[in-house]
Structures are given as structure tokens and as C-alpha cells.
Nanobody, 127 residues
Framework: QVQLVESGGGLVQAGGSLRLSCAAP????????MGWFRQAPGNEREFVAA????????SYADSVKGRFTISRDKAKNTVYLQMNSLKPEDTAVYYC????????????????????WGQGTQVTVSS
């Protein structure tokens, strides 16, 4: 399993932006699709975005399409989530995760397909 570390969370006003980062310890990261999930208090963990191992495919939850962008920098072993036009309903702990299958062609949106998780970073959007 890959050990992941998220950063970049914080408090922002509605309409603002944040960029989350997820760092992996080495080049092993490059073989796996990466996903971002979030969990608000009292809610189940939900899919936000994912990017294929090649960075050729991305997938987004309908609730964030057009506002969030996922990307990856293999040279830095890091995946990013750029979040713009933030809304109070985006408030949650955000987790990054690595696909459990290397070189998978299809980008997955269900958490059970990911088996390496970071500790999470809190994002709070005030109204």
C-alpha cells in the first residue's frame, strides 16, 4: 500500500478557492489512479474526483463539475485538487486514495476500489 499525506485544507469564504495536495512517498504512486473523496459530519464518504494513472482520464462528481479540477505531477509524486467557487456544502474532510489495481484503464468512483488512504485534511467553507 502507498502511504499518502494530504495538505492544503483550511477555512475559506464561499466563492473562494483552495488547492489540496496529496503526496506519495515514491514513484510507486505513478502506477495507480488516484481519487479524492470527502466526508462531512453525519454523512458517508463520497466520491469527489479521480484521475487515471496516465493522467489521460478524469472523473468528477456532478456536485463539483466545473468547479474542481484534479491533476497529478508524477515528477513530484503528487496529486492536486484545485477547488474554485467553493460552497458551504463543500465543507468536509477531504481524503486522497490510491486505486487498489495498478494500471487500471477505467477510473473508479467507489471507495471500495481504493485501498490506500491519507489521514484527511479539513476544508471549511463559511457562508
Amino acid at each position: 500500500q502507498v502511504q499518502l499525506v494530504e495538505s492544503g485544507g483550511g477555512l475559506v469564504q464561499a466563492g473562494g478557492s483552495l488547492r489540496l495536495s496529496c503526496a506519495a512517498p515514491g514513484p510507486t504512486f505513478s502506477r495507480f489512479a488516484m481519487g479524492w473523496f470527502r466526508q462531512a459530519p453525519g454523512n458517508e464518504r463520497e466520491f469527489v474526483a479521480a484521475i487515471s494513472w496516465s493522467a489521460g482520464s478524469q472523473s468528477y462528481a456532478d456536485s463539483v463539475k466545473g468547479r474542481f479540477t484534479i491533476s497529478r505531477d508524477k515528477a513530484k509524486n503528487t496529486v492536486y485538487l484545485q477547488m474554485n467557487s467553493l460552497k458551504p456544502e463543500d465543507t468536509a474532510v477531504y481524503y486522497c486514495a490510491a486505486d487498489r489495481v495498478a494500471f487500471r484503464v477505467v477510473v473508479m468512483s467507489t471507495s471500495r476500489e481504493y485501498d490506500s488512504w491519507g489521514q484527511g485534511t479539513q476544508v471549511t467553507v463559511s457562508s
